[in-house]
């Protein structure tokens, strides 16, 4: 049986009507991917008219940019939180690895929208300048002072952080091959990391 529309389901009315449209969208976006909803649909799962998002957004790329917005926010958030809560360096950047999992497989349609979107007019990654702080400042307490850039491993750790989550997502390797967890090819993989980068 289909969910009830979002509207009815949580008692959306004219006052919060943007916020109702934004969470059909990002379940949309979950579904279907960042390309694959029209703001009709978003309409209707919201259980309003079709011609109701035009009184909030321009159009599709107006929705998905804020879904970006607030979905890096969110994922800087997870991400800090994750790093302030260990006790030492490397504890805290060992937390942020299954935060970052987490928020992949907790929050697929920011997730998506994050990372196959870009606003009209913003500067390339630059809504994700904040988490990217935060990862390069918890590596650059790690490294020893060998020359090596901490942005750049944190970008090589970021890269591997994506790929094992969308991995993971289009169900690759499947479980019962016997694969490792997620989470125990991140922390393998950013170790090697640490150990072996060097700078350019």
């Not at 969910?3 to 006052?15: I, N, S």
Request: charged share 20%; net charge negative; aromatic share 8%.
């Amino acid at each position: 049986m289909a969910d009830p529309p979002l509207a009815a389901r949580r008692g959306y009315h004219h006052g919060n009507l943007r916020e109702a449209l934004l969470d059909a969208a990002r379940q949309l976006v979950a579904e279907r991917g960042p390309l694959g909803f029209t703001l009709a649909e978003a309409a209707r799962r919201a259980g309003v008219s079709p011609s109701a998002p035009y009184r909030h957004f321009k159009d599709r790329d107006e929705v998905l940019a804020e879904l970006c917005r607030r979905g890096f926010v969110l994922f800087g958030e997870r991400l800090q939180a994750a790093a302030q809560s260990g006790a030492t360096p490397e504890e805290a950047l060992m937390r942020m690895g299954p935060a970052y999992l987490r928020f992949a497989r907790e929050e697929p349609g920011y997730y998506a929208a994050m990372f196959a979107f870009q606003a009209p007019g913003e500067a390339p990654g630059a809504a994700g300048e904040a988490p990217f702080a935060t990862l390069a400042g918890a590596i650059g307490a790690l490294l020893p002072k060998d020359g090596r850039d901490p942005r750049l491993v944190a970008l090589q750790v970021w890269a591997l952080s994506h790929g094992v989550a969308m991995l993971e997502r289009a169900g690759l390797p499947a479980p019962a091959l016997g694969a490792p967890s997620a989470e125990t090819v991140l922390e393998t993989g950013v170790a090697a990391l640490l150990a072996g980068s060097e700078s350019p």
